[in-house]
């Protein structure tokens, strides 16, 4: 069973950076998309940013210049980097791996941004 495995949430104040990462659990073939979401108590999960096998990213037009998204060292794996961090940034943050006939979805890490 391949799961998606994300960590790098925590608490910190307004300004601060955190870099977040996405990596599935076992070896599996090159998955061409691994997306970042964001989900807000009582808001539907926002689609925020996503990064091809091959290295192309692409952004929803609500994610600010703040936020990169890479792809890491590993295969299957995808970094958000989030500078200059805001009190509207918290929230959980999931990756979901889109790999050959299956999608994989992670438990989400926690951010929260104090002001």
């Known amino acids: 069973q391949v799961q998606v495995v994300e960590s790098g949430g925590d608490w910190v104040q307004a300004g601060g950076s955190l870099r977040l990462s996405c990596a599935l659990s076992?070896?599996?073939?090159?998955?061409?998309?691994m997306t970042w979401y964001r989900q807000v108590p009582g808001k539907s999960r926002e689609l925020l940013a996503s990064?091809?096998?091959?290295?192309?990213?692409t952004y929803a037009d609500s994610v600010p210049g703040r936020f990169t998204i890479s792809q890491g060292n590993a295969k299957n794996t995808a970094i958000l980097q989030m500078n200059r961090l805001k009190p509207e940034d918290t929230g959980k943050y999931s990756c979901?791996?889109?790999?050959?006939?299956?999608?994989?979805w992670g438990q989400g890490t926690q951010v929260t941004v104090s002001s």
């Open positions: 979901k791996a889109q790999c050959p006939g299956f999608n994989y």
């Open positions: 076992r070896d599996t073939d090159v998955c061409p998309f």
């Open positions: 990064i091809t096998s091959d290295g192309t990213s």
